[in-house]
């Protein structure tokens, strides 16, 4: 069977000469494969998350995202991905572009058609709660090898470090952070540079991934965080990873919207066994 892919960098850096941003396979489907063919492929692709969709009666595509090792049920680099192979190369001229996944609906919005084109995902907003005593802070404290200044907790573990600095230099035990009982481990600090609000970076051994370049389902969290310490709701981010990512970020109505741009890395033909 002869399937098309896409690989498409998403959240990529603005004016950069550089390949940047989080590449994400996108595999446009008529029906669905089953569950261990999809799993197979995104091992195949050892790319963070690959993309699988189909589009159902009503225009909605229904989308699943699949890392090296499992299925998760929301990320955002990866949906970003998709929306530029549905808007920009199969042709869904659409202003909004409704989608469904596991964690309910969502929906990405072009924004612009000027190149890039900027599109703005609309998430579920995950508001972290404070992790209470230092046993776990101090634990994971010793594992990134720094302090730990907070510590929150939604869906994943989030670090708050000292400041920008403490975030780049931070080198963690992957083989202690895969025994930590969370999806993923995020820091996060107030950033330097006076136009960006804040930075992160993610962590997620357990989902057969160290560190991801960007991590949109991330900031569902990382933005209601920072909007109450920081005082707004509009905000600019930053993960700075190896290959660094930019996001535009605003929380309204308990939603999430993160806007990035997209680049069109490579294309070609996946031959999976009958």
């Known amino acids: 069977m002869d399937l098309p892919i896409f690989q498409i960098d998403a959240f990529t850096l603005k004016n950069s000469r550089s390949l940047s941003g989080?590449?994400?396979?996108?595999?446009?489907?008529?029906?669905?494969?089953?569950?261990r063919q999809m799993q197979e492929?995104?091992?195949?692709?050892?790319?963070?998350?690959?993309?699988?969709?189909?589009?159902?009666?009503?225009?909605t595509y229904h989308l699943r995202w699949f890392t090296p090792t499992s299925e998760v049920d929301l990320c955002g680099h990866a949906t970003l991905a998709t929306a530029h192979v549905i808007h920009q190369i199969l042709g869904d001229t659409r202003e909004q572009l409704p989608m469904t996944c596991q964690a309910g609906d969502i929906s990405v919005t072009v924004l612009s058609e000027k190149s890039p084109v900027r599109y703005c995902l609309e998430f579920p907003e995950r508001a972290p709660e404070a992790v209470t005593g230092k046993r776990l802070l101090n634990k994971v404290s010793k594992i990134l090898n720094t302090e730990v200044v907070e510590l929150m907790q939604s869906r994943d573990l989030i670090a708050i470090l000292k400041?920008?600095?403490?975030?780049?230099?931070?080198?963690?035990?992957?083989?202690?952070?895969?025994?930590l009982d969370c999806f993923a481990l995020a820091i996060t600090a107030p950033a330097q540079q006076g136009r960006i609000d804040f930075v992160s970076?993610?962590?997620?051994?357990q989902q057969g991934i160290n560190e991801d370049p960007v991590t949109g389902s991330s900031f569902c969290s990382l933005t209601p965080?920072?909007?109450?310490?920081?005082?707004?709701?509009?905000?600019?981010?930053?993960?700075?990873?190896?290959?660094?990512?930019?996001?535009s970020?605003?929380?309204?109505?308990?939603r999430v919207r993160i806007t990035g741009t997209t680049y069109h890395y490579m294309q070609g033909v996946i031959r999976i066994p009958d």
């Open 22 to 35: 989080n590449p994400a396979a996108v595999v446009p489907l008529d029906d669905w494969l089953d569950d």
């Open 201 to 205: 970076r993610f962590f997620a051994p």
């Open 41 to 59: 492929v995104a091992a195949e692709n050892n790319l963070s998350e690959t993309t699988f969709f189909v589009k159902q009666e009503d225009g």
């Open 163 to 179: 400041d920008e600095k403490a975030v780049q230099d931070c080198t963690p035990d992957f083989a202690a952070l895969a025994e």
């Open 249 to 254: 970020l605003d929380l309204k109505d308990s």
């Open 225 to 247: 965080l920072w909007a109450e310490k920081l005082g707004k709701n509009r905000l600019q981010a930053r993960q700075i990873s190896q290959r660094g990512g930019q996001l």
